[in-house]
């Protein structure tokens, strides 16, 4: 078993170094190259629709195998056991829910943006006001949990554990997201996110193997061998972390609800369903998406189970990073500093790639929704709006690095919980109700999303998350009145239920020509082809 102090680093940490800035230099190179094309708006934000359903199913697993997934899963696994493994269920499953109600009607009915499938039978300027909004505070709440895991993870490999020191780190990373968003557009980051997700899962694969090899290929021997080292069967039973009493029961149920229902409505993985031609691309990506995220999280089991085995949970909680610190130290454990370098350094791709595709979905919705739609009404000089938007990506980049710093030390899978549910309050009963509610009006739409926003924030900002405890990102500090830590069993349904009365309420109804053009296109596909020639 590993013994790890506190204040050191495992492996080299000029080895770790090496292996990150030629693996950086390495992409940098790929987005230049990608970026020689970005000459319209259509090749910024959607790389010119010129990705297959294979390759951009790669992509989206590569947003969507974040750090979250894992940094924050394998080191949730290997500290609660069953648990932990409840968030690689979640979102996996998620998947389904994207993939029969989402994913083609939107790529039928958009060009670049949420906001377009929302506004198309609404009026324009307050549902894109709405949606953009939504989408720039979901995107802020991943950036943090992407950040965090930065922090973390450098933290350790370097040897850092004091906040200045970790500040540096996360800054670094911030300011090398800009300068691929600056440059690469959706192209560049689609192959950042590529490359990654296959990096990340033959990394994962390859750790998997090396530790069901160490126990005979016999996953109930790695079993017991994690309850002899955590001195406790509870590890492989439910509750060890949402079974202590009936709140936590009731807050596994929000997760649970937030996971499921959040994938389907977070901005940057909906903005990939536009780089493909045609709505069957559109569906056949998700079904890659879905195969790869799948073994993904099988790996995840493995992993996780084989941290609590090797390390020991109590290693793990005391090194820098804390649970996120898991995979890395379970790499040195197998393999020593240069395995430790490598997965390290496709954990450093996987932050880097996944805060590159959100910086570039705040900065579409900002540019495209705000700039171009509302307050130029659709007239922006030509190449003005992706100026708009490189210099969208500069303000979020800085707001990301100071938010990260303050989240620095939280488990990011479950802060990466926390924009599900945002996403999943603020979002998804806009989307469904749009696409498949005739009567649905603009007033049930803003109402909706932002009392789905707001309830969602004031609920996390008064949860245990913020104040209250040991752990909460405020020490000291004790406002917690809602004791769930996950919003989602509260916010989710309300916004549901605004949406609803706001239609009712509405005297007004929508254009009837509209929302038959609406309904064509998204069942369809006619007239979709004229919508990505703007």
Known sequence: MLHLETSASPGNPWLNIGIFAAFVALTLIIVFRASRNNKTAADYYAAGRSFTGGQNGSAIAGDYLSAASFLGIVGAIAITGYDGFLYSIGFLVAWLVALLLVAELLRNTGRYTMADVLSFRLKQRPVRIAAATTTLVVCFFYLLAQMAGAGGLVSLLLGISDGVGQAVVITVVGALMILYVLIGGMKGTTWVQIIKAVLLIAGAGVMTVWVLALHGFNLSTLLEHAVATAGTPAILEPGLKYGVSDISKLDFLSLGLALVLGTAALPHVLMRFYTVPTAKEARKSVVWAIWLIGIFYVFTLVLGYGAAALIGADVIAAAPGGANSAAPLLAFELGGPILLGLISAIAFATILAVVAGLTITAAASFAHDI??????????????????????????????????????????????????????????????????????????????????????????????????????????????????SNPGIVSIPLAFFLGWLGTVLDKRLESPEKQAEMEVRSLTGVGAEKATEH
């Open 371 to 484: 700039y171009a739609s509302v307050i130029k009404k659709g007239k922006a000089e030509p190449g003005s709006e992706v100026k708009v938007a490189r210099r969208t990506v500069v303000v979020i980049g800085i707001v990301a690095i100071i938010g990260g710093i303050g989240a620095n030390g939280q488990n990011v899978a479950f802060l990466v919980a926390l924009a599900f549910a945002v996403a999943a309050s603020a979002n998804l009963p806009t989307i469904l109700y749009s696409l498949f509610w005739k009567r649905f009006t603009t007033r049930g739409a803003v109402w909706s999303m932002y009392g789905g926003l707001i309830s969602a924030i004031v609920l996390i900002i008064f949860s245990p998350v913020v104040s209250g405890n040991e752990l909460a990102m405020i020490k000291g500090a004790d406002f917690d009145i809602f004791p769930l």
